[in-house]
């Protein structure tokens, strides 16, 4: 693209005379320059065009509350403040200022954190199960039937595409408030997920010894277990741990929409405007998180080097 | 027949054709640990059959009303309300990655040479990459009223520290010896950032960038649930009132946008790489 169109005939270089040819390689080069300048500079202006649009279109600078939006971080972040007394740390639920009126509620936080940590798990080995399923019926290797390879990769793709929230919302309404709904909302997306995860390392397995199956005369399923499961069981693990993860944080949030778990807990403290609770709650949340994600991270690393044992 | 050839393989390799029982057992016992697991936690969240029957029984019931998808004759106020969440994603996108800028180059081993720093810096933006936009949104718009503009700072926090890694993964992938030949030149530390270390990271961060846009309209498009308007409200409201027809219609409608916003996006990434 940046290249000079090619020339009318003209005599060859030698022939010319030096400040000739630094003429043309200036001229060349100025063009050159022209051209980037302006594609940098409509890409600036489209740029600017759009990020000035968005930030008038999300009332960025006249809000109903008033303009000034540091000044509002400042003041929201200020009431998020528990307001610890270093004196008082320790004392009773009574005293302002102390840990314990501060996390009045720990009991039932970590209750419902438990909670969270059911139902990501529960949703992940739904989900894991259902994937494995829909993985052997789109990988090209193991499902001779494209119709049905065909069917069930749309599928997984229509999944992956509805937001998870929302598809909450829609099994809140059936199944009602509660962990059930968050559950099954895991478990129907994690399958969208690990399903398409999962039919690709099946597509990468080893074929000999899927001929050597077919050699021996075993079925679709003895060619699964034998042939399949012991190469792929490493990966397989591995993704799920992965997608434990993420399916804790995502349970996490879950809860506000009504699905059970600690996000319940968080939508109750935004609406008695208790933003200190928030934090703690908050904090406790990342705390989870984090627990679990190095818990999974080290397993995760173990199975790798099982699986590069083999 | 069987039995000779069972009689000659066991003969040739005993320990492999015996039944490990020792083996056997310890499968059947992890196995059996975690269903009891699993089973413990399903008490424990009290789920009941029934619920699960009649929770399908009431989706059968919503599918029937949601075909065929109709617009409920708001057609305009459902593509503004698209257009608001792109202008969400779009903004928040922005925010966060001039707020990680910064941060990524603080973060960069190459560039800060200190490595409890570093360390510690790392650790920071490990702790706050867990939380979900939708949870800084709640707080958000109750503390900035319903509207877009919590939304944009909720989507811009969860990014930051998701930016900020990538953008220090970038430099530090970043070639060492333009950085070395500008330095020898004399110039400024600052300098040698801007013309040894920005070409070569430029386009790297641009497409993450772009990636994250992606992303972020399908976060914004959650966000409106919790009242940061857009896409998300309209739907909620849907939702809420058993209205699946137009709920169809809207996540039928918000599926072409989001793949139209991710082909015009793997065009430009593939323009910049």
């Known amino acids: 693209m940046n290249q000079p169109k090619p020339r009318p005939l003209r005599p060859p270089v030698a022939e010319l005379p030096v400040s000739q040819v630094v003429a043309d390689f200036e001229r060349d080069r100025r063009s050159f320059l022209r051209r980037r300048r302006g594609r940098t500079l409509i890409g600036a202006l489209v740029f600017s065009v759009l990020l000035l649009a968005s930030l008038h279109q999300s009332q960025f600078f006249n809000s109903d509350i008033g303009g000034d939006p540091l000044g509002r971080i400042g003041a929201f972040l200020a009431r998020m403040n528990p307001g610890l007394a270093p004196d008082a740390l320790f004392l009773n639920r009574a005293t302002k200022g102390s840990l314990a009126s501060w996390l009045y509620d720990l009991p039932l936080w970590l209750r419902l954190g438990w909670q969270t940590v059911e139902m990501a798990t529960l949703g992940t080995f739904i989900g894991g199960v259902g994937g494995l399923g829909a993985s052997f019926l789109c990988a090209r290797n193991l499902m001779p039937i494209p119709f049905v390879r065909f069917v069930v990769r749309r599928g997984l793709e229509m999944i992956r595409a509805v937001p998870e929230l929302i598809l909450a919302l829609v099994l809140v309404s059936a199944f009602g408030v509660g962990p059930l709904a968050g559950i099954i909302t895991l478990a129907i997306s994690t399958m969208g997920g690990l399903g398409k995860l999962f039919s690709e390392i099946n597509e990468e397995v080893d074929p000999r010894q899927l001929e050597a199956m077919d050699a021996s005369g075993a079925g679709l399923f003895g060619k699964i277990r034998y042939g399949v499961v012991p190469q792929v069981l490493p990966n397989y693990a591995s993704y799920l741990l992965l997608r434990l993860e993420g399916n804790l944080a995502a349970a996490a949030a879950l809860g506000i929409v009504g699905a059970g778990g600690i996000g319940i807990e968080l939508q109750r403290a935004i609406t008695y405007t208790e933003f200190d609770t928030y934090l703690a709650i908050l904090l406790l949340m990342v705390g989870l998180i984090f627990v679990i994600d190095i818990a999974s991270e080290a397993i995760r690393h173990r199975l790798i080097r099982l699986g590069g044992a083999q | ?273």
């Open chain 2, 1 to 273: 027949m069987k039995s000779q050839a069972y009689e000659r393989a066991l003969a040739a390799a005993p320990l492999i054709m015996r039944t490990n029982w020792t083996r056997r057992l310890g499968y059947i016992l992890v196995l059996g640990t975690v269903a009891a697991a699993l089973a413990a936690m399903v008490v424990d969240l009290h789920i009941a059959p029934g619920a699960i029957f009649s929770g399908f029984y009431k989706l059968g019931a919503f599918a029937r009303v949601a075909f065929p998808p109709s617009d409920g004759g708001q057609l305009p106020r459902i593509l503004r309300a698209m257009a608001e969440t792109f202008a969400m994603a779009f903004a928040g996108t922005v925010l966060a990655a001039l707020a990680a800028a910064p941060l990524g180059v603080i973060g960069a081993k190459n560039v800060v040479g200190q490595p409890f720093a570093h360390f510690i810096f790392r650790r920071a933006l490990d702790w706050f990459r867990g939380v979900p936009s939708l949870v800084w949104a709640l707080i958000l718009v109750s503390a900035f009223g319903l509207g877009p503009f919590g939304g944009v700072i909720a989507l811009a926090l969860a990014d930051i520290p998701r930016l900020a890694k990538l953008f220090s993964e970038a430099i530090e992938n970043g070639d060492e010896r333009p950085m070395e030949g500008v330095r020898s030149a004399g110039v400024s530390p600052l300098m040698a950032l801007r013309y040894g270390l920005a070409p070569q990271v430029a386009p790297v961060i641009a497409s993450q960038c772009l990636f994250f846009l992606e992303s972020n309209f399908r976060n914004a498009a959650v966000l409106g649930i919790v009242g940061a308007g857009g896409i998300g409200f309209e739907l909620e409201e849907r939702i809420r009132v058993f209205a699946f027809d137009e709920a169809t219609f809207i996540i039928i409608l918000y599926m072409v946008c989001v793949a139209v916003l991710d082909t015009l996006s793997q065009r430009l990434r593939a323009m910049l790489a």
